[in-house]
T-cell receptor, first 118, second 116 residues
Framework: GAVVSQHPSRVICKSGTSVKIECRSL??????MFWYRQFPKQSLMLMAT?????????EQGVEKDKFLINHASLTLSTLTVTSAHPEDSSFYIC??????????????FGDGTRLSIL | AQKVTQAQTEISVVEKEDVTLDCVYE???????LFWYKQPPSGELVFLIR??????QNEISGRYSWNFQKSTSSFNFTITASQVVDSAVYFC?????????????FGGGTRLMVKP
């Protein structure tokens, strides 16, 4: 079945570092991918919609310059957390849908990236 | 605007008990999908079920069953004869047809703890 690969699975780095997270659809093409953030013991909150070949759409309250999204191909979207600070520590998870099957296809999620900023 | 409410934040049961996780949703769209996902401690989201708004038939898959009732805007999930491996956070989610990419709105999640 459809698989979404997310890399890396875990990142620990110093404050001020920029971190790039990759989300790949392995056996299908996705013109749209989604990035979610999940704080400990909380639900998943949509951060942005990544659109292939165009600008991402950010949810209210999400800083565009802080969370850079690039969707350069039909199988890859990247989320870069720029100049990360401890408050950016969270679990980030991406999802994508095989749109060739129409609306009837479910979302597939990556395994998530646990980001810890020291 | 769409909204999903999971009123139970934590449930604790003893193995072999049946347990029902509640999910209530709000949407103005007539065409939508409802989902349940399982998130074990390792963090990944495991897809359990998708139900469209035009199909109110209940579904059973092994020890899992789902009760979709449009009249009460609910999509409840029952685990029969629970097992320790069922311990996880369970999320109910909603996707409206008008969202071309099908973004999901998640409920707050219910943490299920099954004790031996």
């Amino acid at each position: 079945g459809a698989v979404v690969s997310q890399h890396p699975s875990r990142v620990i780095c110093k404050s001020g570092t920029s971190v790039k997270i990759e989300c790949r659809s392995l056996d299908f093409q996705a013109t749209t991918m989604f990035w979610y953030r999940q704080f400990p013991k909380q639900s998943l909150m949509l951060m942005a919609t990544s659109n292939e070949g165009s600008k991402a759409t950010y949810e209210q309250g999400v800083e565009k310059d802080k969370f850079l999204i690039n969707h350069a191909s039909l199988t890859l979207s990247t989320l870069t957390v720029t100049s990360a600070h401890p408050e950016d520590s969270s679990f980030y998870i991406c999802s994508a849908r095989d749109q060739t099957g129409g609306f009837n296809q479910p979302q597939h999620f990556g395994d998530g990236t646990r980001l810890s900023i020291l | 605007a769409q909204k999903v409410t999971q009123a139970q934040t934590e449930i604790s049961v003893v193995e072999k008990e049946d347990v029902t996780l509640d999910c209530v949703y709000e949407t103005r769209d007539t065409t939508y999908y409802l989902f349940w996902y399982k998130q074990p401690p390792s963090g990944e989201l495991v897809f359990l079920i998708r139900r469209n708004s035009f199909d109110e038939q209940n579904e059973i898959s092994g020890r899992y069953s789902w009760n979709f009732q449009k009249s009460t805007s609910s999509f409840n999930f029952t685990i029969t004869a629970s097992q320790v491996v069922d311990s996880a956070v369970y999320f109910c989610a909603l996707s409206e047809a008008k969202n071309a990419g099908n973004m999901l709105t998640f409920g707050g999640g219910t943490r299920l703890m099954v004790k031996p």
